[in-house]
């Protein structure tokens, strides 16, 4: 034991001289200097399209066309635009424009999505977690299997199944947002319920015995034990199921027909399409609207963040 | 297998004091819970039985079927008391009908598709092809017959048809029953028009543009297979089918001139001399969606540069992420670093942005005419209109949006690597490089290997990236369909619903299929080299 403490102490002794030591050695690369550059350049590149679109957003130029990084008057004239589209000269560009029907759709789908995924995902997640019966191994892997057929590869026949499932109960079929969560539910199970699992994995059972003792249900358990204990999870899995649904674009736009139930992806690719030089300002609005809840929901559950990229990948 | 230590809040605590939402999800143990549980579960069963009613009002009993079987299944697993092998049901039944009708059901019905002939002029079945095509087939007669003619409503509101031939001035009522004669005092006319008839009332002319579709597909039958078909508002000529079907030998005859059409096996009707009959039909025919890809030259081009391109595109922007990602972590973690934190937390901002705005905006700064890019460099660079330079572009936009999730993951992981190897390291002497090369990377890529699959299976089907930045284009010369940026799946969501180039979702859903196996392979060799499978106990 001695001589590996000497040995854990040896590097001590060297460091103080390598610090001592005239400059030739490394001259370059000492003292943080560059880390702060690389940084400094690394957040330029990343801030770099955020400065450009508030400026466009708050510009008095609703144009692409010369636009700068800070705007020279500060207006809310975009989001007038945007919101209301009243103004005489561009009455007739902005008619077609349900920005705020696509932001509330875009709401409703992502926190229903997000709500039942969770939900859906952890009672799964328990089960797998907490019981053992035939079967529970073969259905975990196989919901990993089901992961490299993502719903999109089988978007073609999920349009079918939704057009012949509306034609019987036309409240889910085609061009509904019920029908859409719905067909979102599909992929509720999966990564999710392995994240789960593993976090349920962590919770001492000790806790559910005692409950279960106190005449406790399973349902209870869920609910009063598990569930609770979990919170953390069950907010990254929410975040995750709702930033994934606020960006899926393919299903929408196969299952959506009308105008008045896009969703915001749908809506403002339709808006900026091709118009990039006109609409630019309301869009920039539009963006800086649309990125709230995402930001908001992101800073709120941060810290569980990074716990839940990593746990995901490496546990399983 | 490593573990990234994943810093787990943990879940006990010696003052326990839960958050208002554990407190909200464990009020759901009481009285809520059973609540909305016998509250969803009559949802369940008042929507089966309205689906119930409908499918058996429209006699489709295998639907009919299963709906009711499933029902049947739900009630049992959760009003049966305690059974204790029924307890494991209760959870997972609730996402598994879910998994099952929206992503297993879609999935064996995609399988199915791959190996029909299902597009556009290939959607209805047998039988309702014959009859379309037989439709189809009725010509303007030679005889010259014509009948002035008026659209009207008969008691019931029905559409009818009141005709008077400008041969022989007989009137009749056509249906699309058949020609019933009138008595021509019943029939008013003024100058050669019909202006009123007793009995029916006429369509207003006013109102006569709003049913010109209506019109145009209105036959009268008469005889066998001939009808009377209006031409415009007030004329209506008599048709005769160019096409004769004989029902014994399954062929269409050709009336004129006797060339015969045959089942090619493939869902169309064809001469001996190729000519198709349109419409065709849904029908399977096997491997020929995969053969397509690999013999017709047509397909097969467009096809191979899209899958190259693929494996390009998920390759260099994972890989470039990565690496950047993992140069800015490292960078960054360097104890007292001043900064430190605000460096970190504006890194990471591109990750909070929904990417479908992201990648809307890069679109606009990147446009060439108006582009904010080349504004600022004063230059004229088609960023997005030239084949290459999109590719580039796309690649550049994807490292931008991936990059901060390989910077987090590669500082988590780069804070669990235990600190003594690398002491370990220095005192024998290694060089910061040397340190990194031997030590660090290596349990790095152990650790985030299994994330940087994950990463490559999700790039080669990130449709959004392709497709909301340059919609899959510019467009190329040899193939309409895919454009030089095109990766599969956005290849094949075009070639099923791409608009006004026809639907083909028989080879959509084949390349779908075939998407499935590069994917699988790549990810289930990898995870077995991982043995991460090990950790289901």
Redesign the interface.
């Known amino acids: 034991m001695s001589t590996f403490d000497e040995?854990?102490r040896?590097?001590a002794v060297p460091a103080p001289v390598a610090a001592e030591a005239p400059a030739p050695r490394r001259p370059l690369l000492a003292g943080?200097w560059?880390?702060?550059l690389?940084?400094i350049v690394?957040?330029v590149?990343?801030?770099?399209?955020?400065v450009?679109?508030a400026s466009a957003a708050f510009s008095a130029n609703p144009?692409?066309?010369?636009?700068s990084a800070i705007p020279s008057k500060l207006t809310l004239h975009n989001f007038g635009l945007l919101l209301h589209g009243s103004t005489a000269t561009s009455e007739q560009t902005f008619a077609s424009v349900h920005y705020v029907r696509w932001f509330v759709n875009s709401m409703i789908v992502c926190f229903s999505t997000a709500i039942l995924t969770v939900?859906?995902?952890a009672?799964?997640a328990?089960?797998?977690s907490r019981?053992r019966?035939t079967g529970?191994?073969m259905?975990?892997?196989f919901l990993?299997?089901?992961q490299?057929?993502?719903?999109?590869?089988?978007?073609?026949?999920?349009?079918?199944?939704v057009l012949k499932v509306g034609?019987?109960?036309p409240q889910i079929g085609l061009n509904t947002l019920t029908g859409l969560v719905?067909?979102?539910?599909?992929?509720?199970?999966g990564v999710n319920?392995w994240l789960l699992k593993g976090?349920f994995d962590?919770?001492?059972a000790d806790?559910d015995e005692s409950a279960r003792v106190d005449g406790?249900t399973?349902?209870?358990?869920?609910?009063?034990?598990v569930?609770?204990?979990?919170?953390?999870?069950?907010?990254v899995v929410g975040l995750f199921s709702f930033?994934f649904t606020?960006?899926e674009?393919?299903i929408v736009?196969?299952l959506i027909g009308t105008k008045n139930n896009f969703t915001?992806?749908l809506g403002?690719?339709g808006f900026?399409d091709q118009q990039?030089?006109q609409h630019?300002g309301p869009?920039?609005a539009g963006?800086l609207i649309?990125?709230i809840p995402?930001?908001l929901l992101?800073?709120f559950l941060q810290r569980?963040?990074?716990?839940?990229?990593?746990?995901g990948?490496?546990?399983? | 297998?490593?573990?990234?230590a994943?810093?787990?809040?943990t879940?006990?605590q010696a003052t326990f004091k839960?958050?208002y939402?554990?407190?909200a999800?464990?009020a759901?143990?009481?009285w809520p819970?059973l609540v909305v549980?016998v509250a969803f579960l009559g949802v369940v069963n008042a929507?089966a039985v309205?689906?119930a009613t409908?499918?058996a009002d429209?006699s489709?009993w295998p639907?009919f079927g299963v709906l009711v079987l499933f029902t049947l299944l739900i009630d049992l697993i959760y009003l049966v008391p305690r059974r204790p092998?029924l307890?494991?049901?209760?959870?997972?039944v609730?996402?598994?009908v879910?998994?099952i009708?929206?992503?297993?059901?879609?999935?064996l019905?995609?399988v199915n598709?791959a190996f029909t002939n299902y597009s556009t002029g290939h959607i209805i079945s047998k039988s309702g092809a014959i009859t379309a095509i037989k439709e189809n087939s009725l010509q303007p007669a030679q005889s010259g017959t014509t009948y002035a003619m008026a659209a009207a409503r008969d008691k019931n509101g029905d559409l009818v048809l009141i005709l008077q031939d400008s041969t022989s001035g007989k009137t009749y009522v056509g249906t699309k029953k058949g020609l019933t004669p009138i008595p021509r005092a019943a029939v008013t006319l003024k100058a050669g028009a019909i202006t009123g008839a007793t009995g029916y009332t006429l369509v207003p002319v006013k109102e006569l543009a709003a049913i010109g579709q209506q019109l145009t597909d209105f036959h009268v039958p008469i005889g066998e297979n001939a009808a009377i078909q209006p031409q415009g508002f007030d004329t209506a000529v008599p048709l005769q089918p160019t096409l004769r079907y004989d029902p014994e030998r399954g062929v269409f005859v050709r009336i004129s001139d006797g060339a015969v059409f045959r089942d090619n096996g493939l869902g169309s009707f064809v001469s001996s001399s190729k000519e198709e009959l349109e419409p065709g039909w849904a029908t399977h025919v096997g491997f020929r969606n995969f053969s397509r890809a690999i013999h017709d030259p047509l397909i097969r081009k467009p096809f191979l540069r899209v899958l190259i391109w693929t494996f390009v595109f998920a390759g260099s922007t994972v890989f470039l992420s990565f690496a950047l990602g993992l140069?800015?972590a490292i960078?960054?973690d360097?104890p007292g670093?001043?900064?430190q934190r605000g460096?970190r937390s504006?890194?990471v901002?591109?990750?909070?942005?929904?990417?479908?705005?992201?990648l809307?905006?890069?679109?606009?700064?990147l446009?060439d005419?108006?582009?904010?890019v080349n504004?600022l460099f004063h230059v004229h660079i088609p960023w997005l209109f030239d084949p290459w330079m999109a590719k580039v572009s796309v690649i550049l936009v994807s490292t931008?949006l991936t990059v901060?999730?390989f910077f987090?993951?590669a500082?988590?992981?780069l804070q669990?690597i235990p600190k003594e190897l690398v002491?370990a390291a220095?005192?024998d002497g290694g060089g910061a490089f040397q340190i990194f090369r031997r030590v660090t990377l290596p349990l790095l890529l152990v650790?985030?290997a299994?994330?940087l699959i994950?990463s490559f299976?999700f790039n080669f089907?990130n449709?959004?990236n392709i497709?909301?930045l340059t919609g899959g284009g510019p467009a190329t010369n040899d193939q309409p369909i895919a454009g030089a940026t095109d990766i599969l799946?956005s290849y094949?969501?075009k070639l099923?619903?791409a608009t006004g180039k026809g639907n083909d979702?028989a080879l959509?859903?084949s390349i779908?299929i075939v998407?499935?196996f590069i994917?699988?392979t790549v990810?289930?060799l990898s995870f077995w080299r991982t043995k991460?499978?090990e950790?289901?106990r």
Not at chain 1, 218 to 225: C, L, S
Not at chain 2, 349 to 358: C, D
Not at chain 2, 360 to 365: C, H, I
């Open positions: 040995a854990a040896a590097p943080n560059w880390r702060h690389v940084a690394a957040i590149i990343c801030l770099f399209p955020v450009y679109i144009s692409l066309t010369g636009a939900l859906l995902g009672l799964a328990y089960a797998f019981f019966f529970r191994r259905g975990m892997l990993l299997l089901i490299m057929f993502p719903q999109l590869l089988a978007i073609v026949a999920i349009y079918l199944i034609g019987v109960v719905l067909v979102y539910m599909g992929g509720a199970l319920t976090f962590t919770i001492p806790l406790a399973p349902a209870q358990v869920f609910w009063g034990v569930l609770p204990l979990a919170t953390p999870v069950l907010a930033v606020l960006n674009f393919a736009s196969a915001l992806p403002m690719r900026i990039y030089g630019w869009f920039a963006v649309a990125a995402a930001v992101f800073q569980y963040i990074v716990s839940g990229l990593t746990a990948g490496v546990k399983g | 297998m490593s573990t990234t994943a810093p787990t809040p879940p006990t839960p958050s939402l554990a407190r999800i464990a759901f143990s009481g819970g549980k929507l309205w689906a409908v499918l429209q489709n639907a092998g307890i494991p049901l209760k959870f997972i609730p996402g598994t879910f998994l009708a929206f992503q297993i059901a879609p999935i019905y995609t598709v140069f800015l960078t960054l360097k670093l001043r900064f460096y504006i890194m901002i591109p990750y909070a942005i929904p990417s479908f705005l992201s809307l905006v890069w679109g606009g700064l446009n005419d108006f582009g904010v504004n931008w901060p999730y987090l993951v500082m988590g992981a669990a002491e220095k005192v650790a985030t299994p994330l994950a299976a089907n449709f959004n497709y909301l799946i094949t969501y099923a619903f979702y959509a859903s779908a998407i499935f994917v699988a990810s289930g991460a499978l950790s289901v």
